[in-house]
């Protein structure tokens, strides 16, 4: 059973940052394939960034390109988004969610999702 907790989501003005965190429990942590997905007030969730079992390769969402940063420490289980450069179109719940299929890293195929924290990005 792997279990998600993600941390960090506050309200923040726009052109702020906010670095979100997700702590991973159960199975071996390197083992899997790590994304961060958000879903804005009425709009269906949709994919942010992913990275893949070494960190060593990611992918994001168009929308987030060159602001966002995802990483991760297999030391301590745990994923990092590190979010720049804030716009209104960032606010929503953010879910990390995790993947034992290589191919999840382009945005699919998750099995494990974490309950969200909220980002509010105001003017």
């Known amino acids: 059973q792997v279990q998600l907790i993600e941390s960090g989501g506050e309200l923040v003005q726009a052109g702020g940052s906010l670095r979100l965190s997700c702590a991973v429990s159960?199975?071996?942590?390197?083992?899997?394939?790590m994304g961060w997905f958000r879903q804005a007030p009425g709009k269906e969730r949709e994919f942010v960034a992913s990275?893949?079992?070494?960190?060593?390769?990611?992918l994001y969402a168009e929308s987030v390109k060159g602001r966002f940063t995802i990483s991760r420490d297999n030391t301590k289980n745990t994923v990092y988004l590190q979010m720049d450069s804030l716009k209104l179109e960032d606010t929503g719940v953010y879910y990390c969610?995790?993947?034992?299929?290589?191919?999840?890293?382009?945005?699919?195929?998750?099995?494990?999702w974490g309950q969200g924290t909220q980002v509010t990005v105001s003017s």
């Open positions: 969610a995790a993947s034992n299929w290589l191919g999840s890293l382009r945005g699919v195929g998750y099995n494990y």
């Open positions: 159960g199975p071996t942590f390197s083992s899997v394939v």
């Open positions: 990275i893949n079992r070494s960190g060593t390769s990611t």
